[in-house]
């Protein structure tokens, strides 16, 4: 009898697990995406600085670049962010381009990218996005004091790259797509290495797109659970490295921020906090007759936004205003901008990177990982 019980019991737990495992598989399946080759090509103009060489160098120099894209589109009709954003691209993709001059290089990249259309796409032929890029470059020729003094806008080899785009599409067929783009295109190191003016270019992009598979995309907006308002309270620890000044060495720098948000909708996190800044070897810099402590530490108060991609990627944005800074650690304006990307590893771990700058001038990059609490019944 105890035997018959055993057998029964392993039986209904087999037959538990075979259904779980079928459930599961069965929603692995509704979580799919369409993929989409694209290759672009781009012409533009370079943009000079107010220096003389740096005039020199964009006259001497042509600028023609190319992007191979692998994009995807999640084809479940009811997936909340595909529809808040109305069936978006997310993928990676190759760059390379010349500038046709030996004293600017001819800089490769691989980074991240994300396309929102304006609108739900619906039968239309005709489509219009905006698009935004993010990632790492390399290859370039810096500058260098004997053999490249004409370089004035980077001093690295690697640098980051971004590009922000308005994106025309027309559709041929289901499969083939003809796209162009407006934007904006900039590398800069976050003075890393200095100089660090950064490239800047305007390019025009002329590109075609085919879809690799038969996925079938809804162009059409479906109805998505009402959004459950809640708090988030985030602590986040950066760290990077400055260079100050051309030849000089690189300092560490670092960041401690506390941020309160309330969490308004799918998209968007709004809210203050707290920055504390601290600067590595200040004596060396500051001769005043301020404290270790005071020379070494800032503190700003901050506006923050988080503008939420997907459940888990998310782009911070924060302007901040400084109770005390230290002109002497490149803190040259009463406030600075920051903008960056992070993913939320677990429900509350996160990591990603920013950019800290005063008035557009970068001070560095800050590497960061950091934890939320939150209560999200979503």
Known sequence: MKIRLLFTFLALCFLSLTISAQETQEKKKTIRNSKYLDLRFENGA???????FSQQLVDASYYNGADLRLGFRRTDPDDVYSNVYRRPYFGVGLYTSTFNNDNVGNPGA???????????????????????????SWNFNPYDPVKNPTNMFVGSYRNCYVHLAFVANYKFN???ALNGSFGFKHFSNGSFKQPNYGIN????????????????????????????????????????????EIGGDNYMKSTITLDYLRQVNYKYRIGAGLDIFYSDRSNLRNRSDASTFSKSYSFALTGSWEWALTEKLYIPIAIGFYVHRNLENDEREFFYERVGIRYRITDHFFAGVTIKAHGGAADYFEWAVGYTLHNDKN
């Open 46 to 52: 370079m943009l000079g600085n107010t220096t003389e």
């Open 110 to 136: 691989a980074y991240f990218f994300l396309t929102i259309p304006l609108k739900f796409e619906g039968a239309k032929k005709w489509t219009f996005s905006y698009s935004g890029a993010f990632g790492l």
């Open 174 to 176: 289901e499969k083939w």
């Open 201 to 244: 270019l305007i390019p025009l992009t002329l590109g075609v797109s085919y879809q690799v598979d038969n996925e079938e995309i809804i162009h059409e907006k479906k109805p998505i659970p009402k959004y459950k308002k809640h708090n988030l309270f985030n602590v986040t620890l950066g760290v990077g490295s400055k260079n100050y």
